[in-house]
């Protein structure tokens, strides 16, 4: 069964520092990945998403992510946080192309940012 | 273009009450969605309606039921709350069932009693 796993429930990093948020899957074809990204109180907001092809993906707000096939990976990165990165990140995978369009999604992580 | 709306943002429901939330897409999008969200869990889908018409049943769809009015609104229908449901509850929609961006709602904060 397909599964997204996201090992850091909560980070903390200083403003102006970088930040990996990391992702792991399971399933078994090709899978379709993306970043969501929730402010408090608010719904989900998309970041980024990868499909095929460059295997390096660029998102919203300075954001990018980078599909590793051989680690099952897809982590979410960004050179400098900024206070209002403060939120909580979902990893997601779905089956594109198959009978429905199911995202599973990942536990989330809680960011915090620090002054 | 409001994108996903949601009403209510928070109800307070006694255990066996029951409650509709709605949704509502200004988008043209065929298919929709209702999420729960809990702590420690993600988010996991509930109900969907691939397009107009139809509805199915997701990974937790005991003790709902949902409607799909029209092309733009699609509700989800608590026939006798439990405490077990409180939760926050996303709508969202995509293009077609094979698409690939779900577009989300603002949520609504439920509280079962």
């Known amino acids: 069964a397909q599964s997204v796993t996201q090992p850091d429930i909560h980070i903390t990093v200083s403003e102006g520092a970088s930040l990996e948020l990391r992702c792991n899957y399971s399933y078994g074809a090709t899978p379709y990945l993306f970043w969501y990204v929730q402010s408090p109180g608010q719904g989900l907001q998309l970041l980024l998403k990868?499909?095929?092809?460059?295997?390096l993906v660029q998102g919203i707000k300075g954001f990018e992510a980078e599909f590793k096939r051989s680690q099952s990976s897809f982590n979410l990165r960004k050179p400098s946080v900024h206070w209002s990165d403060a939120a909580e990140y979902f990893c997601a995978v779905t089956n594109y192309g198959g009978a429905t369009n199911k995202l599973i999604f990942g536990t989330g992580t809680l960011l915090a940012v620090q002054p | 273009n409001a994108g996903v709306t949601q009403t209510p943002k928070f109800q307070v429901l006694k255990t066996g009450q029951s409650m509709t939330l709605q949704c509502a897409q200004d988008m043209n999008h065929n298919s929709m969605y209702w999420y729960r969200q809990d702590p420690g869990m993600g988010l996991r889908l509930i109900y969907y309606s691939a397009s107009e018409g139809t509805t199915d049943k997701g990974e937790v769809p005991n003790g709902y039921n949902v409607s799909r009015l029209n092309k733009r609104e699609f509700s989800l229908r608590l026939e006798s709350a439990a405490p077990s449901q409180t939760s926050v509850y996303f709508c969202?929609?995509?293009?077609?069932?094979?698409?690939?961006?779900?577009?989300f709602g603002p949520g609504t904060r439920l509280l079962v009693l």
């Open positions: 990868y499909f095929s092809g460059d295997t």
């Open positions: 969202a929609s995509s293009w077609t069932i094979a698409q690939e961006t779900q577009y």
